[in-house]
């Protein structure tokens, strides 16, 4: 299994998890692999140091050598963060798609269930909504959070 610390064009930072290095770039040349903060599939690898398994157990390390950067650290909370908060709002939201700015105008309207809802529109549909006083908040949520995640 290959692991390699993967970055997107808008330098959001994540972990990719391969079979082999072939698979890898195989994945990347068919757009298969997408950043799971943005969508983006310009990716590209990050140096790091391979992690070595020695006879040395965890609890014999040093704490230097344990505690990650502090900057890391915060990065990968937020980023961390992001992700638990679009899968909670994917997982509590009714997925409308393209018909979101009549479905949110049904609900306004009481002409439909009232119930969070989630989808596409466009700029033009969003400004119209807006117009009409109905709310809402544009949040991109990538593609590969609206399947299954490991």
């Not at 997982?91 to 439909?112: K, Q, S």
């Amino acid at each position: 299994m290959k692991v390699f610390d993967l970055c997107c064009e808008a330098d959001h930072r994540f972990e990719g998890w391969f079979a082999s290095e072939a698979e890898y770039e195989r994945q990347i040349a068919e757009s298969l692999v997408e950043c799971p903060f943005c969508g983006s599939s310009t990716l590209r690898k990050m140096l790091s140091a391979p992690r070595l398994n020695l006879s040395h157990s965890q609890a014999e390390r040093a704490p230097a050598e344990q505690a990650p950067h502090p900057s890391q650290t915060a990065r990968e909370q937020i980023q961390a963060m992001w992700i638990q908060m679009a899968r909670r709002i994917i997982e509590t939201t009714e997925d409308v798609g393209a018909g979101f700015a009549e479905e949110a105008r049904r609900i306004h309207y009481r002409e439909a269930e009232d119930r969070a809802i989630r989808g596409t529109a466009s700029a033009d549909e969003t400004a119209a909504l807006a117009d009409e006083g109905i709310e809402v908040l544009a949040l991109p949520l990538p593609a590969v959070l609206k399947g299954p995640v490991q």
